[in-house]
């Protein structure tokens, strides 16, 4: 059986919880703690997972915080954690992320057409209401932040560490974001680009087949930063993310 689960990397060390979407559960963005409102033209000073009002009193859990700064030059500058440090998305691991996006099958299989899009959770042709989002696909399964090691070289979008951005201010459809295909578990999979640099994973032993698109796995798994910026007031409950893809 085929199944896409959503998990939420929590701000401590190795944790991690499964976000019943089904039911409404979420991720929350905020200012400097829970129920902090974010001013407009800001982004999130923190990310939790939280319930589908952003209002859960009693069980909401602190997640680990990607913030768009500001864009570079050659690229767009990364990613505040709990300890205040700044980040360039090259150098951003994949534990560091807020969003792991999980498909497992009962068979081994490879993964395709892998697309993640922003919408309003009523139609997957409109914006979400009232804000700016910013995606980036980590692929940097290391064990650490880093600028000695990079990304991995088998990725969904291949030119250049970059936000993408969903508009909620513009009126055309939001465009799919593709992400890597057939990443394997915990997005190990890589090519044989990589094969002499085993500093890439968390351990030399994570360095398996090295074979891109054709690499099979029971599981698969996304690494996803992502950072939000209301253009309006109010709470943005007309919020959504879509995730789809192939296997064969």
């Not at 094969?195 to 690499?215: A, E, F, V």
């Amino acid at each position: 059986m085929a199944e896409i689960t959503f998990i939420a990397n929590q701000n401590i060390a190795s944790t991690h919880k499964l976000i019943a979407h089904e039911l409404g559960s979420g991720l929350g963005f905020y200012g400097a703690d829970y129920g902090v409102s974010v001013p407009i033209g800001d982004r999130q000073g923190s990310t939790w997972l939280t319930n589908s009002t952003g209002t859960e009193v009693t069980h909401q859990l602190k997640l680990h915080n990607t913030k768009f700064l500001t864009e570079g030059s050659t690229s767009v500058v990364g990613t505040v954690n709990a300890d205040g440090s700044t980040l360039n998305l090259d150098d951003l691991p994949n534990y560091l992320t807020p969003l792991n996006i999980r498909f497992t099958h009962t068979e081994a299989v490879r993964v395709q057409n892998c697309k993640l899009r922003i919408f309003d959770r009523s139609d997957i042709t409109d914006h979400a209401d009232g804000v700016v989002t910013y995606v980036f696909e980590a692929r940097h399964p290391a064990d650490g932040p880093t600028t000695s090691i990079s990304n991995l070289s088998h990725r969904g979008i291949t030119d250049g560490d970059y936000w993408t951005v969903y508009d909620a201010t513009v009126s055309d459809d939001p465009a799919d974001m593709t992400f890597t295909s057939s990443p394997g578990i915990s997005g190990f999979n890589s090519t044989s680009a990589d094969s002499s640099d085993t500093d890439k994973w968390n351990n030399p032993s994570d360095q398996t087949d090295l074979l891109g698109n054709l690499h099979t796995s029971v599981q698969h798994d996304w690494y996803t930063a992502i950072s939000a910026e209301p253009v309006t007031i109010g709470s943005k409950t007309n919020f959504g993310l879509y995730f789809t893809l192939e296997y064969l």
